[in-house]
């Protein structure tokens, strides 16, 4: 299966500040059609997980430019730039390369 | 509007089988797929398997020897069944849904499920 390995385990941050999470994959996740199937969600409080970023890079709908997604075949990074408040939870991310779909053990964000 | 919501029962005695369906709207699921994925309490996000909008499945090896997921498209339905439950399937259950390369976009609110006698 292919692993993927977060850090920090969690961050805090001041709101209006930037924030970065890293995501490691243990195999390439670019695949042979040049798409990389890597993804990123936040699970708020009490609350479903929500897609952030698809194929690394792509913002989904609805969600603020705020959010940015960058990397290469293995290593990925999720950019919070000027955190909000309702930006707190857990950050996961996910691998669909190949079976069986994996997520990252998660980073919580925490407001200071 | 797009919805999954998922119902079942919210105790289940060791052993037995697990009954889940995720009832969907908004949506044909002959267009999108579903995938179960599930989480512990406390704990990360356990991808379970999916029914392919053309009507195949594929499942977590881990649980494929205890696992089916079918559906019922005239009624937008997808159930999960999982046999032999133990204590560690003790978690919240949730449906999603998956277009091409926009994976999850909605979520159910997830059903808890406590494996208890």
């Known amino acids: 299966d292919i692993v993927l390995t977060q850090a920090p385990l969690s961050v805090s941050v001041t709101p209006g500040e930037s924030a970065s999470i890293s995501c490691r994959s243990s195999k390439s996740l670019l695949s042979s059609k040049g798409i990389t199937s890597l993804y990123w969600y936040l699970q ?10 698809y194929r690394m890079s792509n913002l989904a709908s609805g969600v603020p430019d705020r959010f940015s997604g960058s990397g290469s075949e293995t290593d990925f990074t999720l950019k919070i730039s000027k955190v909000e408040t309702e930006d707190v939870g857990v950050y996961y991310c996910a691998q669909f390369l190949e079976y069986p779909l994996t997520f990252g053990s998660g980073t919580k964000l925490e407001i200071k | 509007e797009v919805q999954l919501k998922e119902s ?5 005695q060791p052993s037995q089988t697990l009954s889940l369906t995720c009832t969907v709207s908004g949506f044909s699921l002959t267009d999108y797929s579903v995938h179960w994925v599930r989480q512990p309490p406390g704990k990360g996000l356990e991808w379970m398997g999916v029914m392919w909008s053309g009507g195949s499945t594929a499942y977590n090896l881990v649980l494929k020897s205890r696992l089916s997921i ?11 069944k999982m046999n032999s439950l133990q204590t560690e399937d003790t978690a919240i259950y949730y449906c999603t ?20 006698s």
Not at chain 2, 8 to 12: E, F, K, M, N, S
């Open chain 2, 97 to 116: 849904r998956h277009y091409y390369s926009v994976l999850f976009d909605y979520w159910g609110q997830g059903v808890m499920v406590t494996v208890s």
């Open chain 2, 8 to 12: 079942g029962p919210g105790l289940v």
């Open chain 2, 70 to 80: 079918s559906r019922d498209t005239s009624k937008s339905q997808v159930f999960l």
């Open chain 1, 44 to 53: 708020k409080p009490g609350k479903s997980p929500q897609l952030l970023i």
